[in-house]
């Protein structure tokens, strides 16, 4: 015991912001890649998706101090099962995806995701680039492929219906910059698109950042609640781990178990970058 408190005093404390103790959401050094993997189970099956994307904060023509603009891009191709995807059904859904990116998104003062900032822009993508799409592909397929766009791009709240169910900006942008008790704690409900085509599941979770800086000299916080719904058993479980000098997310791991469905979902995002941390001590490290 005496030599675990010892080691808990060398660490750095985290520094908070205010009496409430917030963790504060300051992303204007946001300009990293970041590796996506999905993973989903299924009784014994079990299928990977992974793909790099780019996400990058926007600089504002006024001043926000409740919402910050970033853009984000897909910067590799989608490998399911580690493998590139060549069929037509792929293709389809491929260029449906093409038209959303890059993405431009606003997310609020505590580091969540609420809404879009390139609806316009969208429109106007598809409508530039339509004739093209079009010689990609037959008659038929063409005419699938045009009214899934068009259904999703008819107005900006369809827009938001089809982005919310993207697991990597939901895990990212969570809503973990908040103020804190004095035992680092707070409870909230939380929000996940876990099944496709679904409203939302709602999660109880507390929600803990731990006071000390771990080993590798990061911000942990950590999730995990369950669901608000009695009549399922479903569970929430996230860590992030982020940069003490800016508060950014270098690593996180979430995982949501739908028990009675016997399905389990796994996102994992990592900073591909190497971000420097220095703490007051001194101490230097390469993540």
Known sequence: MGKEVDKQKKREEVLFVSEDYVLPFR??????????????????????????????????DTNHDEFYFFQIDKISELLIDEKPIDTRAYKVAEKTAELLYPLRIVVNKYGKWVDINSY???????????????????????????????????????????????????????????????????????????????????????????????????????????????NVEEHYDAQYYLNPNNYLIEYLYLECDLIDMRRKIKVEVKNLDQSKITVDSRISLLV
């Open 120 to 230: 316009h822009k969208l429109k106007e993508r598809w409508e530039n680039q339509k004739e093209a799409i079009k010689e990609l592909f037959d008659g038929k397929t063409f005419a699938r492929l045009a009214q899934n766009i068009e259904n999703a791009i008819d107005d900006d709240k369809s827009l938001v219906r089809l982005i919310s169910g993207n697991w990597f900006l939901r895990a990212y942008f969570n809503g973990i910059h908040r103020s804190y008790t004095r035992s680092f704690e707070r409870e909230r409900k939380l929000y996940f698109p876990a099944i496709a085509y679904t409203d939302d599941l709602e999660f109880l979770v507390i929600q803990k950042a731990v006071p000390y800086l771990n080993d590798f000299n990061q911000i942990e916080v950590i999730q995990s609640g369950k669901s608000t719904d009695e």
């Open 27 to 60: 992303p204007f050094e946001l300009n990293h890649d970041y590796s996506v993997l999905y993973t989903i189970e299924k009784d014994d099956k079990k299928q990977t998706l992974e793909q790099n994307f780019s996400l990058r904060w926007l600089k504002s």
